[in-house]
């Protein structure tokens, strides 16, 4: 079964500072990755992708995430975070079938 | 396209009533999923459905719940009877098969909150 794990309940980052949200999946097969970001009261929207290719994905709003195979992780990076990214980001996995599963959510908080 | 368009956007009910929730996914789309999300348990996948078929329901918590999908532009999610546990959000969200560029992307409706008093 495909599993998707975010260790991090909430990163906290200075504006300004470089973000790192952490993500590792497990899946039979090739994965299909994705990251999601939410802001309040608001359905999730998608930021980015890996399906097959280039191990580093460059997304919406300044984000990119690397694909490690060996490390099975795939974690969202932005060299320079804003207050206005502070939302709560999923990570999700899609398996063969076309189930997406998410993970639990990391909550950023940028300060100034 | 106007995207996945969920309704009601907030629902308010006392504890016993039946509460239905409606999803339109977006057209062309052949998989809909039904999300729950929660402060306690994050966002859980509750059903999903391939082409109108469920394909994997075993997210749905208990017999009180029940979705169905009569066509390619319709979705129900049920709750008869309705608890107070049962306050959440819930979102419909709809793809398309994988394997074409961009359409391996899920797309969000807005969610309903609901609230069972």
């Known amino acids: 079964a495909q599993s998707v794990a975010q260790p991090e309940d909430q990163v906290n980052v200075a504006e300004g500072n470089p973000l790192t949200v952490k993500c590792t999946y497990s899946?039979?097969?090739?994965?299909?990755l994705f990251w999601y970001v939410q802001y309040p009261n608001r359905g999730l929207q998608f930021l980015l992708k890996?399906?097959?290719?280039?191990?580093l994905v460059k997304g919406s709003y300044g984000f990119e995430a690397e694909f490690n195979k060996s490390q099975t992780s795939f974690h969202l990076k932005k060299p320079s975070a804003l207050v206005s990214d502070s939302a709560l980001y999923f990570c999700a996995v899609r398996d063969s079938w076309g189930k997406f599963q998410f993970g639990a959510g990391t909550q950023v908080v940028v300060t100034p | 396209d106007a995207g996945v368009i969920q309704s009601p956007r907030h629902e308010v009910t006392e504890m016993g009533q039946e509460v239905t929730l409606r999803c339109k996914p977006i057209?062309?789309?052949?998989?809909l999923f039904w999300y729950r999300q929660t402060m306690m348990r994050g966002l859980e996948l509750l059903i999903y459905f391939n082409n109108n078929v469920p394909i994997d329901d075993s997210g749905m918590p208990e017999d009180r719940f029940s979705a169905k999908m009569p066509n390619a532009s319709f979705s129900t999610l049920k709750i008869q009877p309705s608890e107070p546990r049962d306050s959440a959000v819930y979102f419909c969200a709809s793809s398309s098969t994988p394997g074409g560029a961009g359409r391996e992307k899920l797309f969000f409706g807005s969610g309903t909150q609901l609230s069972v008093l």
């Open positions: 890996y399906i097959t290719g280039d191990n």
């Open positions: 899946v039979s097969g090739n994965p299909y």
């Open positions: 057209s062309g789309h052949d998989y």
